[in-house]
């Protein structure tokens, strides 16, 4: 099984490449350039028709790997990964029209607020009922280092699942601000999934290979998307990658884990509410010079250092790494 993670990884990373090679070029041919928000930092307008959409590569070579290396599992009768693959295409379809409508309309606006939050919790309750139907899901809460199960009524669980997956999507959404910090980010995250499948045994074989798979896509990805990035993942990436992200957890029967693995999106949304929160309370004085956090480093917050996008990059990265390995041994004795 660890020939077949690596070479999953391995398989993902040079595709993602030589999918970018080409597809790169032709977003900036056909002109699919993102529009950068007025109220973001002003050296972010030089940004202005950089290619977005570009989550389509890892979103290929992640594809392309499940439905051949994880091939053998799947016609086991192992469906995981195809089930977290469908959680992340729909979301990742959420957030195909998002970019769709910013491209038409010229303008970084695309779906309301409204319609995005309809389609996620409607993608989420669906999705989250086929893997209950399927017995990936019981509507019992695993707790991380306490190792203990807390059983709820069925309504509850779904309830309290379908804000935590419409949560941690926009959680990982909002982190994308900045070139190359979600998917960095989320490179320990899918590294942990690889290693707890890995070592869980044989039952969580194809889950494994998503996992890989997306972590070698995600780096064959950063190829085109680290400072200075060549093309943004826009919407598609970043609601698929949210979708991956919360899909592995709840077919691993464990949404409770994405507390202490996604504490960096988890900061990002915190810093964001903040905001508005003191906003409306101070009727207009700011706590962040700019949310969500990444921002407000950018900006010189608090200790007046202005850090740069790579300096950003590297402290969340190192943050989700740890956060990942803490995660690990939290929950390795589930199943071992």
């Excluded at 309309?105 to 399927?134: D, T």
């Amino acid at each position: 099984m660890t020939i077949r993670l690596v070479i999953s990884f391995l398989a993902a990373f040079a595709l993602a490449v030589l999918i970018g090679s080409v597809y790169v070029p032709w977003l900036r041919k056909i002109k699919a350039g993102q529009e950068i928000k007025e109220i973001g930092p002003n050296w972010h307008k030089s940004k202005a028709g950089t290619p977005t959409m570009g989550g389509v590569i890892f979103i290929v070579a992640v594809t392309a790997v499940v439905f051949s290396l994880g091939f053998p599992f799947i016609r086991e009768g192992e469906l995981g990964a195809l089930f977290v693959l469908l959680f992340s295409m729909f979301f990742g379809a959420i957030g195909f029209l998002d970019d769709y409508e910013k491209l038409k309309k010229k303008q970084n606006l695309g779906l309301s607020a409204r319609a995005k939050f309809i389609l996620q919790l409607a993608v989420a309750v669906a999705l989250l009922y086929l893997l209950r139907l399927e017995g990936y899901l019981t509507p019992s809460l695993y707790v991380p280092f306490w190792g203990v199960n807390i059983d709820l009524p069925e309504w509850l669980y779904f309830l309290l699942a379908a804000f935590i997956v419409v949560g941690t999507v926009n959680s990982v959404n909002l982190t994308d601000g900045l070139d190359g910090l979600a998917a960095s980010v989320s490179v320990p995250v899918f590294v942990f999934y690889t290693a707890i499948a890995f070592a869980w045994g044989s039952r969580f074989n194809c889950l494994g290979v998503f996992a890989a798979g997306l972590t070698g896509g995600l780096f064959g990805f950063l190829v085109y998307n680290f400072h200075p990035a060549k093309c943004f993942m826009g919407d598609t990436g970043s609601l698929f990658l949210g979708g991956a992200v919360c899909g592995m957890a709840f077919a691993l029967d464990m949404p409770l884990i994405l507390v202490p693995l996604c504490l960096v999106f988890i900061f990002e949304t915190l810093s964001d509410i903040i905001q508005v929160l003191y906003f409306k309370l101070t009727h207009g004085k700011r706590f962040f010079k700019m949310a969500p956090f990444h921002h407000h480093l950018e900006m010189g917050g608090w200790l007046g250092h202005k850090w740069s996008e790579v300096q950003i990059v590297c402290l969340f990265t190192a943050i989700s790494l740890i956060c990942a390995i803490v995660s690990f041994f939290s929950c390795v004795g589930r199943y071992v």
